[in-house]
């Protein structure tokens, strides 16, 4: 079993849609929680960052963690055309020098 | 330009060559990685580096080497190219450890 967990998708909605995209962990030490967003033939990029449980919010986009449940979503409201990419979360647990990445999920968001 | 940048870009090499994939970081941060991309297994990590000299394992370094004698570069290098190692690479680098990594634009490596 992967120590991060994510649907690979694709994931095809509509314009205007909320999007829910999700990863679920094993390791209850993970402390640092991330979304990358990917564009096709380009190196992810950051998107959102928190630090253990609760809600951050940045315009469209909302990372929840919970770590009761393992279990930490990304919502986009609003989708656009232009959030068509691939989405990773990325994790770690405190002291440590390196990042757990989920595989991705392929979003679609069709005009 | 400030950043975190990959050359070459596109690389066409066949099995058995030695091939160098160059990165370079203009923030003097600390941590650097080498990250292979591959359908189905997302980002694996190669090789990192937490400061010049010192280098360590991820989970797939068999088949490479690394270096790092100044900050700002970290060289990955595939000393016999094999076509398992077709991939797209990502450079990545952090200020401190378990922090955010900001990555290169990635080096598209084809081996025949």
């Known amino acids: 079993q992967k120590e991060v967990e994510q649907d690979p998708g694709p994931l095809s909605v509509p314009e205007g849609a909320i999007v829910s995209l999700n990863c679920t962990y094993s390791n209850s030490a993970f402390q640092y929680f991330m979304w990358y967003r990917q564009y096709s033939r380009k190196g992810p990029e950051l998107l959102m960052y928190?630090?253990?449980?609760g809600n951050k919010e940045d315009g469209r986009f909302t990372a929840q963690v919970d770590k009761s449940s393992k279990y930490i979503s990304l919502f986009i409201r609003d989708s656009q055309p232009s959030d068509s990419a691939t989405y990773l979360c990325?994790?770690?647990?405190?002291?440590?020098?390196?990042?757990?990445f989920g595989t991705g999920t392929r979003l679609q968001v069709f005009p | 330009d400030a950043g975190i940048t990959q050359s070459p870009r596109y690389k066409i090499t066949e099995t058995g060559r030695q091939v160098t994939l160059m990165c370079h970081q203009t923030?003097?941060?600390?941590?650097m990685f080498w990250y292979r991309q591959d359908l189905g297994h997302g980002l694996r990590l190669i090789y990192y580096?937490?400061?010049?000299?010192?280098?360590d394992k991820g989970e797939v370094p068999d088949g490479y080497v690394v270096s790092r004698s100044k900050t700002e570069n970290f060289p990955l290098t595939l000393e016999s190219a094999t076509r398992s190692q077709t991939s797209v690479y990502f450079c990545a680098s952090s200020e401190n450890r378990g922090e955010t990594q900001y990555f290169g634009p990635g080096t598209r490596l084809l081996v025949l």
């Open positions: 928190t630090y253990s449980s």
């Open positions: 990325a994790m770690s647990p405190y002291n440590t020098d390196k990042l757990i």
């Open positions: 580096s937490a400061a010049a000299d010192i280098t």
């Open positions: 923030w003097s941060h600390s941590y």
